[in-house]
């Protein structure tokens, strides 16, 4: 509850405090290996700032579920991006009613250091993954990097750590995804895992 107050408070100045590297955004989205069609889930939109890069290389005919837990995250990412085939949910990725091997990729940008269960939150979402569909975990920064910012910033959120790669790909691997991409330097992080 902490941390849905915390993000709908910072929410109106979120774009100006928080900058992400578009070219960074285009290799994630890359590496996520989305194409025309396909139904992705963007897991913690925050303001929308994903929806872009996922739409243009699932087009239109591809599907996005954008689900963030602060009502007014959703309401600047509605404004920014109205594109027709975005559904926008409010709630909590573990508790929000979407169908299961369902999606072709979800995609969790800049949210997984806030998920309080980080292996729980893997196993849920791997069951809404389709067969070969992908769990992206990515941030445009460092682990270090991500992880100094969050220690110097809010009580509500200074605690909230990104795992090493190797401790997600276990999770992956627990919840029956099988890690296929890991990118852990000093320009960004990112573990890919396929559903079985």
Known sequence: MRHKEYFNDIA???DEISKHDSNKLVKITEMAGLSKGDKVLDVGTGTGVML???????????KIVAVDIAEKMLDIARKKHPYDNVSFVLGD?????????????VMCYS???????????????????KSS?????????????????????????????????????EYMKEAGLNPICTKDDDEMFVVIGEKA
């Open 12 to 14: 109106h100045k979120w």
């Open 133 to 169: 569909g992908r769990l992206v975990i990515a941030h445009s920064q460092s682990r270090d990097a991500i992880n100094n910012i969050h220690r110097k910033s809010s009580d509500t959120v200074k605690c909230d750590n990104l795992p090493k790669a190797s401790i997600i790909e």
């Open 52 to 62: 872009p890069f996922i739409k243009t290389l699932i087009g239109d005919e591809g």
């Open 111 to 129: 949210v997984f250091p806030h998920f309080q269960d980080k292996k729980t939150a893997i196993s849920h979402i791997a069951k809404l993954l």
């Open 93 to 105: 990725v573990c508790e929000i009613q979407v169908p299961n091997d369902y999606f072709d990729v």
